[in-house]
């Protein structure tokens, strides 16, 4: 009650100040059981295209869940994010941008020309093959483009098929996830063959194509080799000095020549006669031995005179064709031989415990390289004959330090890390609103009091009374006074006469 009436008996400029100092005081209370009390955002979707997101957005207003927009991601309460999800799932969002066969669903028989189907048609395969693309481990975005060869039937000669994928990823595509592309593609469209499938990274170039499957094959065919020994040979070391105490290194050459060889045999004691052919050419000429005369140049018969000779020519030839067996060799040679391998063994000398039976450690050591080159050789199947090399050394190795283990933090050290920011700042508003307390609203209230006191006298109350501050103008301060409280001012009056009375009469 006295708070009320000291409350009613501050003017009204003064009950305005108040208002407003409370006002602030309840608004920063508020903010800062905001602040404290907040559950931290996590991230929903980042990186969707605009219509995705809108759905998702226009979604979450109808569950009325609350979210935050930043940049291309959207963030909502950490304990609502999975169940969110999942909603969202059970209603296909977020929507794949790709679209595949579903485009054909659309497409009217009657309004639709052929090549209007044909273009939805190859529309609709690179959607499909898209999504296909995608699924694969460590590609974040693909395209696939298929040059679709729309010519006639009629026509003899036929374009080849041809295709390209380009493709944005994570991390390296090996040699074969990128032709295990190019088959998927060429499989899918009849008529095109692998070879003719283009994979291509806009960061890293051409990953598959024409004359890049064929010159890496060499080095793909190198690297599976040496790792394929590395791991055998590693095993069998491990057995003997244990895991951690061997480094193998193994080096392969390989031919990259491509070379094609053809070679025909023949047997020449293998003749047998296939055709036999005789040709027998028979000549005859006659003449006269007589001397030339004028009867010589008479029709026959009539200077028929002196004698004649003739003669005969016979020319015989034969021709004979023979056969012999054959045999026609081709030899193709790959690039990917093996022409050299070379093992290089690092030994932990720590571990082998040279020595310790009082052996000499020079002696010891040999045997050791010994029996392991010859288990290597043996394990390995390198063949000195083609060149390959082994060496083993035996040398300490570094000891690597031991990480110092960390321990667990406890329940204290989880809840200043998770809590200490939000802590701090409700400290801080705790301090301006005890602030504006104490330097506003206390000093509103007391003020009024204080002049009150001041004004009854020492008789008013039995406790000693402090005069802390003057009114700036006494007249006015005494005028609102007796405005606002007749009563008590005509009583503070009546004692005042009173004491004159009292002090008129023992004079």
């Known amino acids: 009650m006295k708070f009320l009436e000291t409350l009613k008996s501050l003017p009204l400029s003064r009950q305005l100040a108040l208002a407003a100092a409370t006002l602030g005081v309840v608004l920063a209370m508020v903010f800062l059981v905001q602040g404290a009390m907040n559950e931290p955002k996590s991230l929903l979707y980042s990186k969707l295209e605009p219509a995705t997101a809108g759905e998702i957005i226009e979604e979450l207003d109808q569950r009325g869940v609350e979210y935050e927009l930043r940049g291309d991601s959207i963030f909502i309460a950490q304990s609502k994010r999975d169940q969110v999800r999942f909603a969202l799932a059970r209603q296909g969002l977020p929507q794949q941008s790709v679209q595949g066969y579903e485009l054909l669903d659309d497409v009217n028989g009657f309004s639709v020309t052929s090549e209007m189907y044909n273009a939805a048609y190859w529309r609709a395969k ?28 009629f026509t003899r000669s036929q374009s080849p098929q041809t295709a390209s994928v380009t493709l944005n990823t994570t991390h390296d595509l090996s040699p074969g996830q990128a032709e295990a592309i190019q088959y998927m593609v060429a499989l899918a469209v009849a008529g095109l063959a692998p070879e003719d499938v283009a994979v291509i990274d806009p960061v890293k170039g051409l990953l598959a194509g024409p004359n890049v499957a064929k010159a890496s094959q060499p080095s793909v065919v190198a690297e599976g080799q040496a790792s394929m020994l590395e791991e055998k040979i590693l095993r069998l070391i491990d057995a003997r000095v244990g895991a951690g105490n061997a480094r193998v290194s193994v080096s392969v050459d390989v031919n990259r020549q491509h070379q094609t060889i053809s070679e025909r045999t023949v047997d020449p004691d293998s003749r047998i006669v296939r055709s036999r052919s005789v040709n027998d050419v028979s000549e005859t000429s006659a003449g006269s031995s007589g001397a030339l005369s004028a ?92 060149g390959d090399t082994l ?6 190795f570094q000891q690597a330090a031991v990480p110092e283990m960390v321990t667990a933090p406890g329940m204290a050290e989880t809840l200043v890390q998770n ?40 008789g008013a109350s039995d406790g000693p009374t402090v005069l802390e501050k003057e009114p700036a103008d006494p007249f006015t301060y005494l005028s609102d006074y007796t405005r606002e409280r007749p009563d008590e001012t005509v009583a503070l009056l009546q004692s005042w006469l009173n004491e004159d009375r009292k002090a008129a009469v023992n004079e």
Do not use: C
């Not at 060496?391 to 300490?396: A, C, D, G, I, N």
């Open 419 to 458: 809590y200490f920011w939000s802590g701090l700042q409700a400290l801080l508003l705790g301090l301006v609103v005890l602030g504006l307390g104490l330097g506003v609203v206390r000093p509103l209230l007391t003020q009024k009091g204080t002049a009150n006191s001041a004004l009854e006298g020492p």
């Open 295 to 386: 009867a010589s140049n008479l029709p026959q018969g009539e200077g028929a005179g002196g004698g004649g000779n003739s003669s005969t020519m016979r020319n015989s030839t034969e021709s004979v064709n023979y056969d012999f067996n054959e045999r026609r060799t081709e030899t193709e040679l790959l690039p990917g031989e093996i022409e050299r391998v070379s093992v290089a063994v690092l030994l932990n000398e720590q571990a082998l415990g040279l020595g310790a039976e009082g052996q000499d450690p020079a002696v010891a050591a040999n045997e050791i390289i010994a029996d392991f080159e010859q288990l290597i050789l043996s394990g390995a199947g390198l063949n000195s004959e083609r």
């Open 126 to 153: 690179e959607g499909e093959l898209t999504r296909t693309i995608l699924a694969i481990d460590g590609v974040s975005s693909a395209r696939v483009h298929i040059g679709a060869n729309l010519g006639s039937g």
């Open 391 to 396: 060496t083993v050394e035996l040398m300490p």
